[in-house]
């Protein structure tokens, strides 16, 4: 069947076939003049002569079908065009159901695309990987040590290795930070970037030496104006004037945009060989088998203790974060296309069977099954083909509304974009739409023209099945977060204004001391504060510092237990007070002695019952002699992560004992937290007018940040179950409708036999609830795939609370009879009188 | 050969065609043969107008046509009847009588 309908529409009648039956006939004729006397060669001739031209003729049969066909396909092409725009309901109904679905495909094709498919936008991929490494099984970051020991294996052709980082740079009257990119090695060439104009760093200027500093793209054309003189100019920063070397090409800003690249300074790529900081990558030379570097890099890991490296492709890197969400939102997004490709194919099946009458006409008057198909068909193209148009602004709209949702550091991201292969996509995605919701309809009507009722009430089952997936996925969703918003963080928001610093790694240590004593000191001379503190991280914004071994003085720890992971904050004592976190033991720590705080669930592993107060624990590695801090005190326990229910276990520290220049000064006052944040902002630059801020604002709208990621994804599912309810409500709409319209007569009868219009509404209601429920239960069944997709993403949620099935199903079974009222009134209303006039 | 036979009336080709096949599946050639004999060698149907005409008809599903083996087992396309083109049959019959008989009185009424 789709030999033939694909030849009708698509005619390919090749040569060969139409000679071979030519040639038969030419064979038979020989034959004849043969018997006829003449010898064989003559009655060959003869035969060719009175065929004449073979190739002419074999042209006009072909012909035949060519001109036949084309003349046809356009005629019917028009007709059904001018049929389709005496039904603008059609028309709008079927175009935007289609363009929604399509439009919401391409937008998170277009993601996927970027993030998981295509080649990376740097020259060479295949031969660039990043440097994945692991201690203890653990993703750490690496550091230069360990680089220039990977820089050994004689298969990689270059190696480097970043962090990011802002410095200031001063212009006139205050400082910029600028996003910059800290190398060490040779980042260009492992990148394989070629310079737009200058050079490359030095082999001195990438160990550390020198003020050699090479623009990004972007920032060069924008605070530049791309002027070609730049090289050699200087930049004035906080740590002194840097000279341009060099501009680098704009694919150089695709995967992270910088707008400068700086090698580290000295004294941090000469840090410790077990620090974490460093993304390190490299080239391999050509035709070198990964495998075969892989195996060198881990010998030369193998020198570190613990830790292991391994070549990963970037894509990898991406995908390990992203390609979960967007698992479910391809699942989503194709559910939703689903849905409307029903949507189209019930309107159709209803215009259809409304043209019964036109059809049978067609038949009777010599029209074949085939040509009715076409013409049937050919208006779901039309349909189709007008969707997917209006389906690629749609996928432009919704892909802009996403990206401006996005999370701030998703990489590759200015690379996602409409582009030909998500038109190649949407190309076939109309086709396919088109073959779905327009061949089951034109096959139908085409073949019998009966029972158009009960294929209709499938789609609609189906739909609500698929539909009540979704809606219960949103449902899980949405609960999720909101349950998750709302449980027990351990500590307290409300008044509290946060100033996050954004100080240089390179910054000196006590510098760093100085200006946090500074402005925690003059925090607390404010108006109105009640405490003030210093933390390295906040709340909810994952993991901060840790520690992987973990020991107490005089006891034996089980090495599983000793080797689990344990957090550390560093803090000024006024952290707790200003997040009104609790101490339910012992004192907070005093300074210049090494003393420790601990929260409950670090005293429940590893005290179990005991007191931990006085006890000695200390975190340096099994190799090396322990240092000894005292435990003072046991704090309440606060969560690490906004979607993991989890409290990890973690220390807190005085932050003199440790180095991080990229700490938060949190501060709880009392009246109008904006008020609260200038004054203190004020105080802050008056200690250090250079300073750079990543963020200043009340401790809510910060948290807030927290959630992006989940909010995001919710909303998109949320919106697509939406749809795909507003769909299913018009689809039971249609059948509900056209069910009363065909019954008419028969509720006539039945209202003429004493049927109250109650009886007669219900009598339509029924068919709605019918097939929400059947619909309902087969979705029951799909729904149980969802949790698996969404316990890789929301962490503890492995199964659907009773609660939030029952209310999608109550929701499907409300929308159905919702949907069917307006049909169930006009049952009743069915007056016996007219219905015996009735055609 | 002689240009004594006639070549067949445009327009009556389609009817003779479906007539040919009405008794049953025929290839091309075949249908040339039937034409020829049975109007004892009155009507002969000129190759170059069968196959298009053919390839028409089947566009226009009156006939439909398959690849089968011949008595003398070649390989040929043989055509047959549709429903479509029974009821074409028919309507050109009637039409067809109708000509012969309106013809046939303005002949007897010279």
Known sequence: MIRRLLETLFPRRDNAAIDDELEFHIAMRAREFESGGLTPAEAQREARKKFGGQSTLREQTREAHVYRTVETLLREARYSFRALAKRPALWVAGTLTLALGIGANLAIFAIVDALLLRPLPIPEPDRFFVIAERRNGAHTGGNVPRMRAYAQADSLESIGGFFSERVAVIAGDGSRGLKTLRTSGDVLSAF????????????????????????????????????????????????????????????????????????????????????????????????????????????????????????????????????????????????????ACANLAGLLIARNSERARELSIRLSIGAGRWDLLRLLFMEALWIAAVGGGLGVLAGKWVLDVILAYRPADLLLASTIQLDWRAFIVAFLLTCFSALFAGLLPAWQAARSRQRTGRLRNTLVAGQIAVSMILVSTAILLVNTLLTARQRPFGFVRDHVVAIEFDMPWSTDGDKVKRFYDSVEAAARELPGVRAAGIVDRLPLQGGAQGYTYTRIRGVTLDDAIARRVVGLRAISNGYFSTLRIPLLRGRLAEPPHREIVINETFAKRYFGAADPIGASISFSRPTAEPKWYVVVGVVGDVARSAMDPAFPAETFVHHSLTYWPQGTLVIHGEGDPETLLRAALARVYQVDPYVLTKFSGTLDAKLESSWSEPNLLTSLVAATALLAMLLVSLGVYGVAASAVRSRTREFGVRAALGATPRMLASLSLSQGLRLATIGGVIGLAGAFAVPPLISAIIPGRSSFQAAELASSIAAMIALALLASIGPARRAARVDPAITLRHD | MSRSKNDVLQGTLTLLILQALSRGALHGYGITLFVERASGDVLRVEEGSLYPALHRMEEDGLVKAEWGMTEFNRRARFYSITAAGSQRLADELESWKRLTSGVGKVIRFA
Not at chain 1, 201 to 230: C, I, K, M, P, S
Not at chain 1, 237 to 258: F, K, M, R, Y
């Open chain 1, 192 to 339: 394989g970037y070629k310079l737009a104009a200058g050079r490359n760093f030095t082999e001195a200027e990438r160990n550390g030496d020198g003020n050699a500093v090479l623009l990004g793209h972007f920032y060069w054309q924008r605070e530049f104006a791309a002027a070609t003189d730049v090289i050699g100019k200087t930049l004035q920063t906080q740590n002194g004037a840097l000279q341009i070397v060099g501009i680098l090409p704009p694919e150089a800003s695709l995967i992270e945009d910088h707008d400068i690249w700086l090698p580290s300074l000295a004294s941090v790529q000469n840090g410790p060989a077990t620090a974490g900081y460093l993304q390190v990558i490299t080239r391999l030379k050509p035709g070198i088998n990964p495998a075969r570097a892989n195996a060198q890099l881990g010998a030369a890991a193998g020198q570190f203790p613990e830790i292991a490296a391994r070549l990963t492709p970037l894509n990898d890197v991406v995908a390990s974060e992203a390609q979960t969400p967007l698992l479910l939102l391809v699942s989503v997004v194709v559910t939703l296309l689903l849905v």
